[in-house]
């Protein structure tokens, strides 16, 4: 242990560690490369293998890294792979360097900017010479045509197609799907619609104004006054894209295949509100998967309003901009896709809240669980199948703490959980909604509170990390000490331990 040791690098690593789970092979792969590269362990770790190979291999990584004398210099180098991957948090931690937003555009003139938009969206784009440009924003510093809500970056004005067209009505049709941690109250913006970009090369910006009533901008402020209560509400920003909406459609759902719209963001994109740029890790989920982001908060500038105005006037309405460029390979994931805004207030609703419904309303009882279980002993036992024991983890697989409210889904069909505030305090920063388990992708209505495994952990020690679980619902630990017929109990453990005493 050496003094070179970075608190903060650790404590990114433990959040590295929790969110494991959500990646993919692909990831874990890139996870391992990096790992590999700055020497994280004595051996290079092999990328071959199945997932949960990869994942204890990374595991064990990442473990062996806390306890190394390097960790905070090898961690800021694995850091912007684990940013990426959204294990952490883009945010700077002041002892590992910030990372560099990843956008790498390049600058074409405004003339071949027009060549290459064109409203044939089969239309190969003009090859463009690249000019490196660290950041979408310095593109347009000084350079964007004053006035109108939307411009041609660089351009002098005149020809050409504008970049982003308003007055979508937004309706009954746009709307996104449902969250356990909010619900929408009201639009108060037009749907914004943007235009495609066509490469790397092709710089949009879409930009547009929404106002705000005093009484809305009341309900963001923080709840009685006081700076450690959260708002009652919240205003978020909403993007989806032509994959999902056609707003041209004027039927009764004008989401494709009749959807509720998932957030999907421009591949690259920086966003601002009254200038105020947002976190770009906010934006964008897991890669290439629409819908793992949730829409961001647009509270992001000082003081209690967060930035937002109120009032009459065009000095007092709030502006969004988003400038972007489509980065996505062609031909893969993306195409060629317009993208539409909207700003929504929504009511927020409090995690402990929310955790506290579903173990109120949708537990079920040891009994239930265990009758189930034996019925599907019963049901097998003509087939001359054995079922064997099953080691069960007490443990959360995302939190790696002993599960203190177990959950899962009604339908999944395993009988270990993970903790349910846990999950949604996960789903809440990526909103996968997979099951850490399974890996399948859940309803957040379907989480169950499984009475079975909270007795459980009710009978055994807290030191306990697993229990054999037999087919028929009875168990017991490891060490053989406890079992569902002999059961740990904090009373019967105080009484031993003072027969033990009077032994002496
Ligand atoms: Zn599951």
Redesign the pocket.
């Known amino acids: 242990m050496s003094a070179t040791r970075g608190a903060s690098a650790l404590d990114e690593i433990d959040t590295a560690l929790s969110r494991l789970g959500w990646l993919t092979v692909p990831d874990f792969k890139e996870l391992i490369t990096a790992l590999n590269r700055y020497g994280a362990t004595a051996r290079s770790i092999s990328r071959q293998g199945k997932k949960a190979d990869l994942r204890m291999r990374v595991e064990g990584a990442l473990h062996g890294l806390k306890a190394a004398p390097a960790v905070s210099g090898v961690w800021a180098n694995v850091r912007p792979t684990a940013v990426t991957l959204r294990l952490v948090s883009g945010a700077s931690n002041g002892t590992t360097p910030a990372p560099t937003m990843t956008v790498s555009v390049s600058l074409p003139t405004p003339a071949t900017v027009r060549a290459s938009h064109s409203a044939s969206t089969s239309q190969t784009p003009t090859y463009v010479p690249p000019l490196a440009m660290p950041k979408l924003a310095a593109l347009y510093t000084g350079s964007k045509p004053g006035g109108g809500s939307v411009s041609a970056p660089g351009g002098s004005g005149g020809a050409g197609p504008s970049n982003a067209r308003l007055e979508v009505n937004p309706g009954p049709a746009f709307r996104f799907k449902p969250s356990p941690f909010f619900t929408v109250e009201e639009p108060v913006s037009i749907v914004h619609e943007c235009v495609e970009s066509y490469s790397a090369q092709d710089r949009r910006e879409a930009s547009f104004t929404f106002p705000l009533t005093s009484a809305q901008l009341a309900k963001l402020r923080p709840a009685s006054g006081s700076a450690s209560t959260p708002p009652t509400h919240q205003l978020r920003l909403f993007c989806t894209s032509s994959a999902f909406y056609d707003p041209s459609s004027r039927t009764q759902n004008a989401t494709k295949n009749n959807l509720d719209l998932p957030m999907e963001f421009p591949s690259t994109c920086e966003v601002f509100i009254n200038d105020t740029q947002l976190k770009s890790s906010l934006l964008k989920g897991m890669k290439r998967q629409p819908g793992t982001a949730p829409p961001p908060d647009l509270r992001v500038g000082n003081g209690s309003d967060g930035g937002l105005r109120a009032g009459a006037g065009a000095e007092n309405v709030n502006k969004v901009k988003m400038l972007y460029v489509n980065t996505t390979p062609a031909g893969t994931y993306a195409g060629f896709k317009k993208f539409y805004l909207v700003v929504q207030l929504v009511r927020a609703e409090r995690v402990t809240t929310l955790i506290e419904n579903i173990r109120d309303k949708q537990s079920v009882s040891a009994e239930e669980i265990r009758g189930k279980m034996r019925a599907s002993v019963a049901a097998s036992a003509d087939d001359d199948i054995i079922a064997g024991t099953l080691k069960l983890p007490l443990k959360c697989p995302l939190s790696f703490a002993r599960i203190a409210l177990p959950a899962?889904?009604r339908?999944?069909?395993?009988s270990q959980c993970f903790d349910c505030a846990s999950w949604f305090a996960v789903m809440e920063q990526t909103t996968t909604w997979l099951?850490p388990?399974?890996?399948?992708v859940?309803d957040w209505r379907e989480i169950i509170v499984d009475g079975f495994f909270a007795e459980i952990l009710r009978l055994t020690p807290p030191a306990a990390d697993d229990v054999l679980l037999e087919a028929d619902g009875t168990w017991r630990t490891i060490d053989g000490r406890y079992s569902s017929r002999n059961p740990y109990s904090a009373e019967k453990r105080r009484v031993e331990v003072i027969e033990l005493d009077l032994d002496d």
């Open positions: 899962r889904s339908k999944c069909t395993h099951c388990i399974c890996e399948n859940l």
